[in-house]
């Protein structure tokens, strides 16, 4: 197909992996930058004991790379990342990928990107894919005396695997999915487990059904059963989650709301279950997923502690009702900065303009994939994309292909740059916005999905819509730029050859 092109990848994890097949297939040259030494992401990033995936595992995974292997239906962290590191050997990625060098600057100029890494690297891009994740800066929130405490303190996402565990102290701080599932790892190795928790979460219990050998020669050998189940596993979720978020009032959220109720009165002591009790409704922060998490701190070594922390001392955490909780290893399970995205990465946008100015009051993008004035330049699970217990790999599917339509408009010299335009961005805000008025997240909690203005950073419409709207690009929606012409144009429908002429 017409130009040769070249494309840098940012970041060698799931959707990182994922673009870098999808160019190759396209014949597309492109590298991949990867500031750590291997592939995985957030399954590389991420090792605490207890780690998993909760969603489904057959469904999280490429549509182009089932794995018939998985032992249970929502998978170990340790498989996950080896099923993102073989599909990336088995599709001749690893060769693309420059390892160990962070990209620390992009800047656009004439139809391109410069790009800049922290080693001094220098190399020149036609298109520029972010792949850099959500979930990927801890959030590390200052206690006093931290530094004072004599034991071994760490965030959830830095887990030391030097420090004993067996047998010791271990008070693990935060509710979220990640304390959730370390509470229900650690419990049965510490001598005596803590949970600090400022507020309560809502816990949805789900069986982690077993695969047998049975069943997975069956999945190998005919892969139609697989996909079946897949289906199956995609509209589950779909059907009783999609509508759920999005609808407050829908009777997909009551369901949600009455198992988890009902899973919340098999904690045997009331008082326990009182302070385990939200103030809010279920799914308003991300839901908690587990079968064991309610199991765990019933056992007589856990604690859960609900005093407000008041300061970090060398022999443990003293809370606000005056105790000291001895502790030989503190976890902060505190969650992640989650409006980051590429940054810190420098990203320099046409006419010296830059994103971390745009996205002062929070990340946008137009249908989370493309920022005004940042022609070339395209987000995989950017601001705003579908979140939550959903499949983040189908998601980034469907991005990836609706970015290579764009990208093929300039293989095909159609035009040489494009990026949404104001009108499309500013239109696409305002519906979300709107949209997010009737979404269970703004039904009172605080959570990771909220902006610094209250909205949920989130997909605010019906799945549907998404799968609908990221079909095809709506070129009325993208200003593009024919080569050598000084004219940009809206819409796509006035672009000019190479000569000037009009072509559409
Ligand atoms: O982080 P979180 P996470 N003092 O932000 C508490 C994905 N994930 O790492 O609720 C005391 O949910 C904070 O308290 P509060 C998933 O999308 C997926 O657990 O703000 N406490 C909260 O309890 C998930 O949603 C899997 O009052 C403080 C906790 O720390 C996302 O990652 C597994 C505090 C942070 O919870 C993040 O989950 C794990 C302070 N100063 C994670 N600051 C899967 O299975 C914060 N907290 C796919």
Request: glycine letters at 6%.
């Amino acid at each position: 197909m017409g130009r040769s092109i070249r494309v840098a990848v940012i970041g060698a994890g799931m959707a990182g992996i994922l673009a870098a097949i999808k160019l190759r297939e396209r014949d597309i040259e492109c590298v991949v930058f990867e500031k750590g030494d291997s592939v995985g992401g957030t399954w590389r990033e991420n090792q605490y004991p207890g780690l998993a995936c909760d969603v489904a595992a057959h469904w999280y995974t490429y549509s182009f790379a089932r794995n018939p292997e998985w032992d249970s239906l929502m998978a170990e962290g340790k498989d996950i990342r080896a099923y993102f590191e073989r599909v990336a050997r088995d599709f001749g990625i690893m060769p693309l990928i420059r390892f160990n060098d962070e990209v620390v600057q992009l800047r656009f100029d004439e139809a391109g990107w410069d790009l800049l890494t922290a080693s001094g690297h220098t190399d020149r891009f036609d298109v520029v894919i972010a792949a850099t994740g959500v979930l990927h800066h801890p959030n590390i929130p200052h206690f006093d005396g931290i530094e004072t405490f004599s034991g071994a303190a760490f965030h959830s996402v830095h887990w030391d695997h030097d420090v004993e565990l067996d047998g010791k102290r271990i008070g693990v701080i935060g509710t979220g999915s990640t304390a959730a599932q370390l509470t229900s790892a650690l419990v049965p190795r510490a001598d005596q487990f803590q949970l600090f928790q400022r507020t309560a979460q809502w816990v949805m219990p789900r069986e982690n059904i077993s695969y047998t050998e049975e069943d997975k020669a069956r999945f190998r050998e005919n892969p139609a059963v697989l996909e079946e189940l897949v289906r199956e596993l995609r509209s589950k979720t779909l059907e009783g989650f999609a509508n759920a978020v999005i609808d407050y009032d829908s009777p997909e959220l009551a369901a949600i709301e009455q198992l988890c109720q009902e899973n919340l009165e098999t904690i045997r002591d009331p008082d326990l279950r009182q302070r385990l009790t939200p103030s809010y409704r279920a799914a308003c922060k991300r839901l908690v997923i587990s079968n064991t998490f309610y199991d765990a701190i019933q056992q007589p070594n856990a604690e859960l502690v609900t005093s407000p922390i008041e300061r970090v001392e060398p022999e443990g955490l003293r809370t606000a009702d005056g105790q000291l909780h001895e502790l030989d290893v503190l976890v902060l399970a505190t969650g992640f900065k989650v409006d980051r995205f590429i940054r810190p990465t420098r990203v320099i946008g046409r006419n010296g303009v830059d994103l971390d100015a745009v996205w002062a009051d929070g990340p946008k993008a137009y249908l989370s994939m493309s920022v005004p004035d940042f022609p070339n330049f395209f987000l995989l699970n950017g601001p705003n994309s579908p979140v939550g217990n959903f499949s983040l790999v189908e998601v980034a599917q469907h991005q990836i292909e609706y970015i290579l339509q764009l990208v093929d408009g300039i293989r095909r010299g159609e035009y040489t740059e494009v990026s949404a335009t104001e009108e499309a961005m500013q239109q696409f805000e305002t519906e979300r916005c709107e949209a997010a008025q009737k979404t269970v997240w703004v039904t009172g909690c605080d959570s990771w999905y909220l902006d610094k203005q209250g909205v949920p950073a989130s997909w605010t419409f019906s799945y549907d819509r998404f799968e609908q709207e990221t079909k095809a690009p709506r070129m009325q929606d993208y200003q593009v730029h024919a080569a050598h012409s000084s004219t940009a144009s809206q819409g796509g429908v006035r672009e000019q050859d190479q000569a000037g002429r009009r072509v559409k």
